[in-house]
């Protein structure tokens, strides 16, 4: 953190008496943000063949939720067995009527389960990953103190991911400017958040223990992702490396064949052979349909 004063280049920001959305506010995601909820237009969401349907995107949040679905039919859960449609939330289809329905709050994921008599709608990466655990019975402990500690800690990375993402995401990687203040202020907030984690896996192989549980599933795709540099370019300015226990942590993870799985799916980025747009079935990762298009000539 930087010890000198700044000096304002113009005048101060003045908070008006009372806020008004009279403009855009810059940014990446300026085309979608606005101060209200609900639906924008009318669109019913797709459904698949499997009771269970995910909406969603290969972000951090939406990466926990297939890694999920994937570690339980690896374990041979079928009625684990999903589709998985992509939303691209920068063209705003979070906002169709269907997927509102899904989730009041219009983020990715959200999750309709069709087994039982009525339908039940999950949303809250979190909530869905709970969801999955009991009622498949697999990654959350069953003695109440193990499932103490993997409770806390899936809390613990709800309540600490939006400084990762939102704050120092956003502001070393998105904003329109740069703001040292901001900067400052989220990647110190990020770096006690790392460190917190290293000395919990210095002294456990899994974040809640010996078992491997949703509280991983959760952390991983935030935390371990920054540590091994594949967020916002911003692990040399974190100097990510010292996390040496988070790193170790997240290789293991990293090799697992259902979260490989899961990873790809709904991804938009990368590699073309990373990106599974849909999945509707286990074979989609063999055949990658949606794939094979002809990359555009430069």
Not at 84 to 102: D, H, M, Y
Not at 109 to 129: H, K, M, N, T
Not at 156 to 170: D, E, K, R, T
Not at 173 to 184: G, N, R, T
Request: hydrophobic share 40%; proline share 6%; with cysteine.
């Amino acid at each position: 953190m930087s010890d000198a004063t700044p000096t304002p280049t113009s005048a101060p920001y003045v908070p008006p008496k009372i806020w008004t959305w009279n403009k855009a506010n810059g940014g990446r995601f300026a085309n979608i943000n606005r101060p209200v909820a609900g639906a924008t237009h009318d669109k019913e969401l797709p459904r698949g063949k499997h009771p269970l349907q995910l909406y969603s995107l290969g972000t951090p949040n939406g990466v926990k939720v297939t890694v999920m679905l994937e570690e339980l039919l690896a374990l041979g859960h079928t009625g684990a067995e999903y589709d998985a449609w992509l939303v691209r939330i920068n063209e705003g289809e979070q906002f169709s009527s269907g997927f509102v329905a899904a989730n009041p709050n219009s983020k990715i994921p959200a999750l309709w389960d069709y087994s039982g008599e009525v339908p039940q709608r999950v949303f809250e990466s979190g909530a869905i990953l709970l969801y999955l655990a009991e009622k498949f019975g697999a990654f959350l402990p069953t003695d109440l103190a193990t499932r103490t500690e993997c409770m806390s800690w899936l809390f613990w990375q709800m309540g600490s991911a939006p400084y990762l993402g939102g704050g120092f995401g956003h502001f070393y990687a998105y904003a329109p400017f740069k703001i040292e203040y901001a900067i400052d202020r989220f990647a110190m907030e990020v770096k006690r958040e790392l460190d917190v984690l290293n000395r919990r896996l210095a002294e456990s192989r899994f974040i809640a223990g010996d078992e491997y549980t949703i509280a991983d599933i959760a952390i991983w795709p935030w935390y371990g992702g920054m540590v091994k540099g594949q967020m916002y370019e911003g692990g040399e300015f974190l100097q990510v490396q010292e996390y040496t226990h988070v790193i170790r942590w997240a290789d293991e993870i990293a090799k697992r064949p259902a979260v490989r799985r899961g990873r790809m799916v709904n991804r938009v980025m990368g590699p073309l052979e990373t990106q599974l747009h849909e999945r509707h079935d286990a074979s989609d990762f063999d055949t990658r349909t949606q794939d094979k298009l002809q990359a555009p000539k430069a």
